[in-house]
């Protein structure tokens, strides 16, 4: 059973490009949840969706970011106009339940802006 | 605000023997606690959660306590190989059904042959 993915693994843009994030859960797994680690930090959620719904996006900045898991494919996670700031590690998380109870984490795109 | 909070960044053992790893947490509604290893450059693992309604949780050479009243848990690894050096999350989850996990900062664990 394969894990969860996420590609790219690393990815570089320059401030002011767009950066997308990509994460396909486990088999059999309907929820997703991004989380961001800044350095020195530990993960800070930013938002849970299932299968063509965001249930929660608390965590998401208001401005520039995006998130959607549709009914084929992949979860994305879209970053406009990137800043320095967003920097960072992404992981992306799955759970088979709408619980937040032993989720799975891919091993993360880690972004650079320059 | 912190809510989860490990406030050790590092912790050094020697092999064979116990490492312990604290967390403490502020949000009395949090009720399942889970650890997890993370090695670099890989996604975190989960190892062994606990809920609240026990005081501990023990799977092979791990073993979660909660102390509820104190607001504190710990994890025990016993004993302690090189292969466990990574650094160890702690991760609370609220009451309700709110799917967020809310992470503390992580402690490096370093296993000395």
């Known amino acids: 059973n394969a894990g969860v993915m996420q590609n790219p693994r690393h990815l570089v843009r320059r401030r002011g490009q767009e950066a997308r994030l990509r994460c396909s859960p486990m088999?059999?797994?309907?929820?997703v949840y991004w989380y961001r680690q800044l350095p020195e930090e530990g993960l800070k959620f930013m938002v849970y969706?299932?299968?063509?719904?965001?249930?929660?996006e608390s965590g998401m900045p208001k401005e520039r970011f995006s998130a959607e898991f549709p009914k084929e494919g992949p979860s994305i996670l879209r970053i406009q106009q990137v800043v320095r700031g967003d920097s960072a590690a992404y992981f992306c998380?799955?759970?088979?339940?709408?619980?937040?109870?032993?989720?799975?984490f891919g091993p993360g795109t880690r972004l650079t802006v320059t | 605000d912190q809510q989860v909070k490990q406030n050790s960044p590092s912790l050094s053992v020697q092999e064979g023997r116990i490492s312990i790893l604290n967390c403490d947490y502020t949000?009395?509604?949090?009720?399942?606690f889970l650890w997890y290893k993370k090695y670099p450059a890989e996604g975190p693992t989960f190892l062994i959660s606990?809920?609240?309604?026990?005081d501990k949780n023990e799977d092979g050479r791990f073993t979660v306590f909660l102390n509820k009243s104190a607001k504190h848990l710990s994890l025990h690894i016993v004993p302690s190989q090189p292969g466990d050096s990574a650094v160890y999350f702690c991760?609370?989850?609220?009451?309700?059904?709110?799917?967020?996990?809310?992470f503390g900062k992580g402690t490096k664990l370093t296993v000395n042959p």
């Open positions: 998380a799955s759970s088979h339940r709408r619980t937040s109870y032993e989720q799975y």
């Open positions: 088999k059999g797994h309907s929820h």
């Open positions: 969706l299932q299968k063509e719904n965001i249930i929660d």
């Open positions: 949000n009395s509604m949090f009720d399942y």
């Open positions: 606990i809920s609240s309604i026990k």
């Open positions: 991760a609370a989850s609220l009451q309700g059904g709110s799917e967020k996990l809310v």
